[in-house]
């Protein structure tokens, strides 16, 4: 998914959701990588479903951006790493901002701070490879 799509549907998005946190891992690195296993108690192959941190082979599980502020924080400071930034919160919605990006609204705080932090990402790569 690019980009844009993935910053679609955070914006629509009425809540948390992991599938969501899975569209942004992919979008900063992780990637997904299937084995087969066999269950020790029927025998039975299975494919199994496991996820590789950016930065190497190893296996890890991917951060609950979405529904964490913790980790929509450290989604921030991978993207734009020594911005600063801000994230508020009222009944029902949240705004976010990065640096002098614009003010980011969403149905949480964390996933506004998420949209954030993927827009930065989105105009670095717009100005490394310009259309």
Known sequence: MDLQ???ER????????RSLDTLIAQAVGWTKKTETVKDSKTGEKKKSTL???PSGDDVGKVPFYTSNLQHAY???QTVVPSH???CSWEDGSGTAKINGGAFVQAA???IALCIAALLRLKE????RNPT
């Open 10 to 17: 955070l914006q629509t998005a009425e809540s948390p959701a």
């Open 5 to 7: 799509s993935l910053i």
């Open 124 to 127: 670095d790569a717009e100005k």
């Open 84 to 86: 600063v930034g801000g």
């Open 74 to 76: 450290e989604l921030a």
């Open 51 to 53: 996820w590789v941190v």
């Open 108 to 110: 949480t705080p964390q």
